[in-house]
């Protein structure tokens, strides 16, 4: 009999469902409130000017459209009623038979409502060219700046986080700085800009090998990123940002990738709630009472051996396959063994001809580990013209140590406070 199956949130586990599901003879709805798929990982590229924002996004009514019997509404989710198993959105309700929730997660700052006003973050496509606009914008500004002080905190940027998204960010913007906005502004002493990178534990990429995070600790501090371990934020104004032992960094610029937590939906559902607002999930991926429904990705909280599963992408991609060919063999009458994540590894790109690597069984360090991560973030990106445009982008900046998208598409002149 056929179904019918709505999918919330098109991210890396709602898109990989959806394959799974489609031309199945079902009914499949996509619902996302933006009408694209966003490759998060590359989003810190767009932000240092290596990329379009285009290029890292895909439509969603594209993809749909080869896709047999799937159908994409553009909508915000408010809420589920699983008593009658309607889904709830701003453009009105729909029914289901089987619900797969993938909404992600949004930034978590702890509370800390100074730093959540005063810093940056990237989990929107709006937010890269945001935060482009605001590093390009510190520069003309410290151009036409006569006080010394107030020209160097215009080029400090402080990075919180010692993540993935914290140590790549960190190693394209101090390349950025010293390879093309040095050329870009010769009446700048781009030499004194500073890029600080503030982890509150003593050790950076902490899901990786000791021997990678060594790597990684004195391949920055090679390139004048400034690491600070066993440190944290603790507040931060438009001018300045403070530590926990009272120290106060001049920077007009503070991003935050310290941390995330399951998206606002999350809070709307009447179920439990783990810390993060992640919803737990049964071995199968469902809500506990309710086994047509599936929370995958960043917003499901599963331990497996122990440990609760991290919210990165692969997590979520595995998870979307999985819920995908659950709800076939749960239409199908014939049962399928509980969800197990399969750890491929992890990697992170520190800068031009540098990465951590460890995958495959092996780990990797330097100019293989940043061979491996280009090919794997090209084979994973969706939609030929994007892979195209995005390897040109990277061939260009590797010969000529050029960044081609340095604009200021909204100009302002300070941050709002």
Known sequence: MKKRIVIVGMGFGGIRAARV?????HDVVLVDRNNYHLFQPLLYQVATAGLEQESIAHSVRAMARRWTGTQFQLAEVTGVDFATRELHTDTGNMSYDYLVIGAGSVTNFFGLESVE????????????????????TAFERAVLE?????????????????GPTGVEFAGALIELVHFVLAKD????????????????????????????????????????????LNARVVDAGPERVILHDGAIIPAHTLFWSAGVKAAAIAAALDTLHTSGGRIPVEPDLTLAGHPEVFVIGD?????QDGSPLPMTAPVAMQMGIY?????????????????????KGSMATIGRNSAVASA??????????????LLLHLYYLIGFRNRIVVMLNWVWYYWFHERQVRLITRRESVKNP
Not at 147 to 160: C, G, Q, T, Y
């Open 21 to 25: 599901l489609a031309g199945k003879g």
């Open 117 to 136: 006003r005063h810093s940056f973050d990237l989990k929107e496509l709006a937010d890269a060219e945001t935060l482009r606009n605001h590093i390009l």
């Open 146 to 162: 006569p006080d010394p002080a107030r020209k160097r905190a215009l080029m400090s940027f402080v990075i919180v986080g010692g």
């Open 185 to 228: 502004y010769p009446e700048l002493s781009t030499h004194t800009a500073r890029v600080i990178l503030v982890e509150a534990t003593d050790k950076l990429l902490a899901a990786m090998p000791p021997k990678q995070q060594t790597y990684t600790l004195n391949k920055l501090r090679s390139m004048s990123v400034e690491v600070l």
């Open 299 to 303: 917003m499901a909280y599963l331990e």
């Open 323 to 343: 819920a995908g060919k659950a709800i076939l063999s749960k239409a199908g009458g014939t049962p399928l063994p509980p969800f197990r994540y399969r750890d």
């Open 360 to 373: 495959f069984g092996m780990n990797f360090r330097g100019y293989p580990a940043w061979l491996v991560w």
